[in-house]
């Protein structure tokens, strides 16, 4: 045996090895119930700080894994995927390294050092570790007018919000409802056409200049309308982009969200909110 098994339904380990080896397949819709029972566990054995971001942190392959559930990247390789929660994320026989108090202590130092920024008329998230980048993905941002949305019975302005702020929250498996009317809705229509369930992937809350308005970065089931003004001020990624923003985004990440007019390289973008106009 490779260090350490656990089942599913454990409610006790005698030991929390260094290695943990996945005793039957877990899929998406049990997987994050999976990590808390790991964590729970660990939390109990180790005398340092031990959660879901620093494991995975430490088991890069899952995060590839979850981002190879995108449903374009698997209709790419011509497999239609109807429910992602059935898709297995962890196969039996894996093993998972648990990372030790030095490790930890490297991770949680990168932790502090990551931040996000999100420039909105260049439709660019990008994530940093001090000056150095990371991560660069396309996204799509608010809308440039107002709107009455039903779940805050008000009419609300849905450009994205500027300013500094940090990550308060992730909501591992959200409900969907559309703003507009406040109805829940199950299913999605994919660019290709087809239908499917909502797939379970992490929203993640922000607080800027110090509120929550409800600005989340969340996946979009529609990519096409990336890198355009299409939302109610929510910050839309890619289904593979989002699992890499989650798992570089533990609570309290830094982000901060700029409208600035050129790019990284100096290139001239278009006012889409026409401030300069105002």
């Not at 090895?17 to 029972?37: G, K, L, P, R």
């Not at 898709?87 to 949680?108: A, R």
């Not at 409802?177 to 087809?194: C, E, L, S």
């Not at 993640?204 to 929550?212: A, F, H, L, M, P």
Request: proline share 5%; with cysteine.
């Amino acid at each position: 045996m490779i260090g350490q098994k656990i089942r599913y339904d454990s409610t006790l380990l005698e030991a929390f090895t260094n290695q943990i080896e996945i005793e039957h397949d877990i899929t998406v819709s049990d997987y994050f119930n999976f990590m808390d029972a790991l964590v729970k566990i660990g939390d109990s054995v180790l005398n340092y700080p031990f959660s879901e971001h620093i494991l995975v942190r430490n088991n890069p392959w899952i995060v590839d894994a979850f981002a190879d559930t995108d449903y374009y990247r698997m209709m790419a390789k011509d497999s239609f995927v109807f429910d992602q929660k059935k898709l297995v994320i962890l196969h039996k026989g894996e093993v998972l390294k648990v990372p030790d108090s030095i490790t930890t202590c490297n991770i949680l130092r990168d932790f502090e050092r990551t931040r996000i920024e999100i420039n909105i008329p260049e439709f660019r998230l990008r994530i940093f570790k001090d000056t150095v980048l990371l991560n660069s993905f396309l996204v799509r941002v608010g809308k440039n007018r107002k709107r009455f949305l039903a779940m805050g019975n008000r009419e609300t302005d849905l450009r994205t919000k500027r300013g500094k702020g940090i990550i308060v929250k992730h909501v591992r498996d959200p409900d969907f409802y559309n703003p507009v009317n406040g109805k829940q809705f199950y299913y999605t229509k994919r660019d290709d056409g087809k239908t499917t369930f909502m797939p379970q992937i992490p929203w993640i809350e922000t607080e800027i200049n110090g509120v929550r308005n409800g600005q989340m970065i969340h996946p979009t089931t529609n990519p096409v309308t990336l890198g355009q003004p299409y939302s109610n001020g929510c910050i839309g990624t890619k289904e593979a982009d989002a699992w890499i923003i989650y798992y570089n985004a533990p609570i309290g990440t830094p982000i901060e969200i700029k409208y600035q007019l050129k790019d990284l390289e100096g290139n001239e973008l278009e006012d889409i909110y026409e401030l300069s106009l105002r």
